[in-house]
């Protein structure tokens, strides 16, 4: 069983910057890639950005390309999500995912099996 714990949300200014972490725990631990989501309400959770854990190769969707970065601890299998520029239609409540398994992409949240509680953003204008 591996357990996310994702801190880091808050209110933020339109233009201001957040950094998301992910903490994942659980006997022996292991992941192909771990995954940011977001849903905002009355939406459908979407892809953020995802990371693979071996490489840590990237990738983001379009909306929070250049903005948003994601990087990983390997020592203390932790990831992060560094939101800088944010934007009112960031506000969501952002959940971290990681993928036991090996897909061929991690843009899907079906490909991902442990999730996180959920955290907070909130960006004013």
């Known amino acids: 069983q591996v357990q996310l714990v994702e801190s880091g949300g808050g209110l933020v200014q339109a233009g201001g910057s957040l950094r998301l972490s992910c903490a994942a725990s659980g006997r022996s631990f292991s992941a192909y890639a771990m995954g940011w989501f977001r849903q905002a309400p009355g939406k459908e959770r979407e892809f953020v950005a995802r990371i693979i854990w071996s490489s840590g190769n990237t990738y983001y969707a379009d909306s929070v390309k250049g903005r948003f970065t994601m990087s990983r601890n390997n020592a203390k299998n932790t990831v992060y999500l560094q939101m800088n520029s944010l934007k009112p239609e960031d506000t969501a409540v952002y959940y971290c995912?990681?993928?036991?398994?090996?897909?061929?992409?991690?843009?899907?949240?079906?490909?991902?099996?442990?999730w996180g509680q959920g955290t907070q953003v909130t960006v004013s204008s």
């Open positions: 995912a990681t993928a036991t398994w090996w897909y061929s992409d991690y843009v899907r949240s079906a490909n991902y099996n442990y």
